[in-house]
């Protein structure tokens, strides 16, 4: 699986939409990014996926560039309760083997009233 | 609720002791995967099941480790002789064909 980069942390006001950048520039063609977040002590979330397409879900929207080797996810009015870890990932699905997630540090973000 | 259950949430043993975690996927998902994740890292992989086969396992998975899905419903996953270095939460995830994974809150181990 490709190998992306985060930012480390990012701060945004309450109510304002949070922008989390990741770039994964050596995707493959057949390679979805996904979004996945953590809030402190509990499991992660999934969030949303996307191939190529833009994505909106009622939680958050997903935009990849058109080549593909960097995608965006946003929060489009952050509150506090989104404080949390938020990891891009990406991977090939449907996978009838190796379809584990592999994780890296994420970015924390910090929703600030 | 009908999201994946993990039991016990916490534990605390022993070292040398053995312990065993349970895994309830989300009904009619038929692959289900464990993780571990210690303070301040992701969670990283250590097995997969598709129904009751398991497919993959992971280099972090000593031979103290041994993880089962009898009938490919709930898995558990026993740590023998108990170490320090697996104090860690335990995490379970399972998804449907298409693949995106949902994960349950936990099991946090600690070893004294």
């Known amino acids: 699986d490709a190998k992306t980069t985060q930012p480390p942390s990012m701060d945004c006001a309450e109510g304002r939409a949070a922008n989390l950048p990741c770039n994964h520039s050596?995707?493959?063609?057949?390679?979805?990014v996904y979004w996945y977040r953590q809030i402190h002590s509990q499991g992660p979330q999934y969030i949303i996926h996307?191939?190529?397409n833009n994505e909106t879900n009622e939680m958050a929207s997903l935009i990849i560039t058109e080549d593909r080797k960097s995608s965006t996810l946003i929060l489009p009015h952050a509150t506090l309760r989104d404080t949390a870890v938020y990891y891009c990932?990406?991977?090939?699905?449907?996978?009838?083997?190796?379809?584990?997630?592999?994780f890296g540090e994420g970015t924390q973000l910090t929703v600030n009233p | 609720d009908t999201g994946v259950s993990q039991n016990p949430r916490h534990k605390i043993t022993k070292r040398g002791q053995n312990v065993t975690f349970r895994c309830d996927p989300i009904?009619?998902?038929?692959?289900l995967y464990w993780y571990r994740q210690t303070l301040g890292q992701g969670p990283e992989f250590l097995t997969y099941?598709?129904?009751?086969?398991?497919?993959?396992k992971s280099r972090l998975l000593s031979d103290r480790f041994s993880a089962e899905r009898p009938k490919g419903s709930f898995s558990t996953l026993e740590i023998q002789r108990t170490e320090q270095g697996d104090s860690a939460m335990y995490l379970c995830?399972?998804?449907?064909?298409?693949?995106?994974?949902?994960f349950g809150p936990g099991t946090r181990l600690t070893v004294l």
């Open positions: 995830a399972s998804s449907p064909p298409t693949d995106t994974q949902y």
């Open positions: 009904s009619e998902h038929n692959r």
């Open positions: 050596t995707i493959s063609g057949n390679e979805y």
């Open positions: 996307g191939l190529k």
């Open positions: 099941f598709q129904n009751e086969a398991q497919l993959e």
């Open positions: 990932i990406v991977r090939v699905a449907w996978e009838t083997s190796g379809s584990r997630l592999t």
